[in-house]
Every structure is written in C-alpha cells, then in structure tokens.
C-alpha cells in the first residue's frame, strides 16, 4: 500500500474531465501527478485556485525567469523547513539550472551559492518578507529596483515569496509528504 501523503484523511472528489485531463498532462510532462495536487483534491474549487494562482506566477508572463522564480521557492521553504516544497522545488532549480550541485546549495543554504546581485537582493527580499514582514521598508524596494526590477517584477517576487509561505505552512499543517521521485530528479 502506497504510504500516505498526507496525514489527514480527506477522500479524494469526483474530479472534472478538465482536471482528470490536468492530472494526464502532469503525468505525461513530469512522470508524476505531484502530491500537492493530489493533497488539494478532495476539493475541486480549492485544487482550481491552488493550480490557477500557481501556474500564472510560476509559468506565467513575468521579468523574472522561470529558475529565478524557482529559486524564491526554495530560499523561502528553505526558511520554512519545507520538506515537501525543498524537494519538489529543489528538483525544479537542478533542472532548469542543470547543475544539481547548485540546487542542492539552494536547498542548504542560498546565501553559499555564487549568484549574482540580482539574484542576491531578489533573496534576500524574499527572505526578509518570509521572516520579518512588519519590517518591508522603502529601501528594500529601491535596493531591487537598484539591482534592476521594475515595480512589475517586485510584484512578482513577493507574491511568489507568499505564496510559498502559505504553501509551506499548509504542507507542514497536514504533514504532506513530496513524492519519492523528486529526490532522484535532475542528478
């Protein structure tokens, strides 16, 4: 018997056609239906938001790449102790890097990694909105735009720091497990 994902026991709905076809595409596309959404489908309207909101921050139009958005994934859960979130996303940096070394710094501790000063003040921004968010000053605003953001792209990097932070305290509340294939991924 397949260990559980999560450690709740919420039964699975009767899923659309539109979702059921999702699922075959991530199948097709990863070899894998991630947990999350196997986690979010015991309700349809809530699986809905989760992959709308997802998809259009992490595939959608964006100034940040899709590895830089990645990368926000992973220093936030990497705050966060995220399980689920360091090794699905962490697959995700090896991969579009296509260095496995630099995911597993990411994973580790994101400051080690050699990245640039975008990169570095993009983090940190992140890092600071996950830990202290009372403390968002303008000049955290002006250092990204300094380091070359427009007001568009910090849009982008907070919403993806938040929704990693409400992902990440999701997944710890239920205990979701990442599916044992992410951890072979991109080596």
């Known amino acids: 018997m397949k260990d559980k994902i ?7 709905a009767e899923l659309s056609e539109a979702t059921k ?17 196997l986690a979010y489908a015991f309700d349809e309207t809530k699986l809905r938001a989760f992959t709308d909101m997802y998809n259009d921050l992490m595939l959608g139009q964006s100034g940040l790449s899709k590895l830089e958005r990645e990368m926000i994934a992973v220093a ?11 090794a699905a996303h962490g697959a995700a940096v090896r991969q579009l890097s296509g260095d496995p ?16 000063a975008r990169q570095k003040a993009m983090l940190e921004f992140a890092v600071k909105l996950t830990e202290q968010p009372d403390k968002i000053v303008k000049a955290d605003r002006a250092a990204l735009r300094q380091a070359g953001f427009s007001d568009r792209d910090i849009w982008d990097i907070a919403s993806t720091a ?20 992410y951890h072979a991924m991109a080596r």
């Not at 076809?21 to 959404?37: H, M, S, W």
């Not at 936030?76 to 360091?86: A, E, F, G, K, R």
């Not at 938040?162 to 294939?181: K, T, Y």
């Open 76 to 86: 936030v859960s990497s705050i966060n102790h995220c399980y689920y979130c360091l």
């Open 6 to 12: 999560t450690a709740l026991d919420l039964a699975p």
């Open 162 to 181: 938040a929704f990693f932070n409400m992902s990440n305290r999701v997944a710890a509340a239920i205990d979701m497990r990442p599916n044992d294939e």
């Open 101 to 116: 070394a630099f995911g597993e710094i990411m994973v580790m501790n994101f400051r080690a990694a050699d990245l640039s």
């Open 21 to 37: 076809a999702y699922f075959a595409k991530c199948e097709e596309k990863l070899g894998i239906v991630p947990n999350v959404l």
